[in-house]
T-cell receptor
Framework: GEDVEQSLFLSVREGDSSVINCTYTDSSSTYLYWYKQEPGAGLQLLTYIFSNMDMKQDQRLTVLLNKKDKHLSLRIADTQTGDSAIYFC??????????FGAGTRLAVHP | KAGVTQTPRYLIKTRGQQVTLSCSPISGHRSVSWYQQTPGQGLQFLFEYFSETQRNKGNFPGRFSGRQFSNSRSEMNVSTLELGDSALYLCASSLGQVNFQRNTQYFGPGTRLTVL
């Protein structure tokens, strides 16, 4: 069945770059999303990429997609303490059914 | 534009009771999807409504049901509550078209349900 996998934890120093990785199984996924969740809050959409794209840059965020390997990554440049949160990768096809990974907890330390 | 709103934000119920959660989508959005988030199972899709019709459904028992009104507001109902239904219930709204660029889902803050 459809599945999305992510590493569970990442720790980085403030000012460094963070790279969060994700793999998905559904080859029919037409778009892939990154969401951020802070404690006690809902999901905040960070960015998305269409399946026929290789890369998308949005300010400090860079998304890379390797469609052949079904691998997605999110790079956060100049990571700040305010970036500490859980990051979810999600794959989606038609009719708004998103398949989420387990989430990567990003901890940013001074 | 106002974001997705969910009410109530917190609920405490006991086993066997039923509960109704409400979601108001972003103005102009016609699709509402519901997700359950638990520490053990993560985020799981419950169902999606578009123009008052259920368009897609996840793998949840029939105790979980929903509906959508003509103004696109949606309600989710859980009957005969079990301890395992304790979760954060998130709703998301989107325009609803299949074309992805117009179909991005925006999430509400969630309703935290605790079943005792």
């Amino acid at each position: 069945g459809e599945d999305v996998e992510q590493s569970l934890f990442l720790s980085v120093r403030e000012g460094d770059s963070s790279v969060i990785n994700c793999t998905y199984t559904d080859s029919s996924s037409t778009y892939l999303y990154w969401y951020k969740q802070e404690p006690g809050a809902g999901l905040q959409l960070l960015t998305y990429i269409f399946s026929n794209m290789d890369m998308k840059q949005d300010q400090r965020l860079t998304v890379l997609l390797n469609k052949k390997d079904k691998h997605l990554s999110l790079r956060i440049a100049d990571t700040q303490t305010g970036d500490s949160a859980i990051y979810f990768c999600a794959s989606g096809g038609g009719y708004n059914k998103l398949i989420f990974g387990a989430g990567t907890r990003l901890a940013v330390h001074p | 534009k106002a974001g997705v709103t969910q009410t109530p934000r917190y609920l405490i119920k006991t086993r066997g009771q039923q509960v109704t959660l409400s979601c108001s989508p972003i103005s102009g959005h016609r699709s509402v999807s519901w997700y359950q988030q638990t520490p053990g199972q993560g985020l799981q899709f419950l169902f999606e409504y578009f123009s008052e019709t259920q368009r897609n459904k996840g793998n949840f028992p029939g105790r979980f049901s929903g509906r959508q009104f003509s103004n696109s507001r949606s309600e989710m109902n859980v009957s005969t509550l079990e301890l395992g239904d304790s979760a954060l219930y998130l709703c998301a709204s989107s325009l609803g078209q299949v074309n992805f660029q117009r179909n991005t889902q925006y999430f509400g803050p969630g309703t935290r349900l605790t079943v005792l």
